[in-house]
């Protein structure tokens, strides 16, 4: 719950758009998050007027949804396993993210395998306890994008305890975005090597193909 009483979670399209868009590439997604458990969906995502294809694919797809009910924790997963680590925003990541040690221990590791890493809106915070290969922060000098300050001062919603450009940028992160009238129609994405991070929930669909065009890539260079 935000502290002014609205229940949050994961923003809906940020999670399904990019799962079916790695599903029907063929491959095996598993749904993870800190704890484990079920995994809370951000009401407001889910209206009529921002609801997605996906999110109305989900709504029918009963393996998605046990999935998100039962998700595996984070900490209990071999990154050795995966190919890429992609983290769905909403305003819960703000609380639960960047103050994950498990999170920041699997990040850091997936990066020493070389592998994909990406997300978008409040997910790129999942970045901030990860290191690098020289022992830094693995934004420090890197190329990133998130939630921008004006997105987060246009919804009213200031009480979260991360705000991403905010903290991306003071984890050294050179922090790129796009600006509108108003942010939250604004579209950016931004590739660095592995890292692959988008504005907000319209940067979805181009944060997945990035990343599995790095995987391709990858796996025709090997």
Not at 25 to 31: F, I, K, N, P, S
Not at 58 to 68: E, I, N, S, T
Not at 148 to 171: C, F, M, N, W, Y
């Amino acid at each position: 719950m935000l502290d002014i009483g609205k229940p949050t979670g994961v923003f809906s399209s940020e999670m399904t758009v990019p799962y079916y868009a790695f599903l029907d590439a063929g491959m095996e997604v598993h749904v993870a998050s800190p704890s484990g458990g079920e995994i809370p969906i951000e009401p407001q995502s889910l209206k009529p007027v921002i609801r997605t294809e996906a999110d109305d694919r989900f709504m029918a797809d009963d393996d998605l949804r046990q999935k998100v009910t039962e998700s595996l924790a984070i900490g209990d997963l071999d990154m050795a396993d995966y190919d890429i680590v992609y983290l769905a925003g909403g305003w819960g990541a703000a609380f639960d993210f960047g103050f994950s040690e498990d999170l920041g221990t699997q990040v850091t590791e997936a990066n020493r395998l070389g592998r994909v890493i990406g997300g978008v809106c409040h997910g790129p915070l999942g970045l901030l306890r990860a290191k690098g290969a020289s022992g830094e922060l693995l934004v420090k000098d890197r190329r990133v994008t998130g939630v921008t300050d004006k997105q987060v001062h246009e919804l009213g919603i200031e009480s979260t305890p991360h705000h991403p450009e905010t903290e991306l940028r003071r984890a050294g992160a050179i922090f790129q975005s796009t600006t509108r009238f108003r942010d939250t129609l604004a579209n950016h994405w931004v590739v660095d090597g592995n890292l692959v991070t988008g504005q907000n929930q319209n940067a979805a669909p181009m944060v997945a193909r990035e990343m599995m065009q790095l995987v391709t890539k990858a796996l025709r260079e090997a």
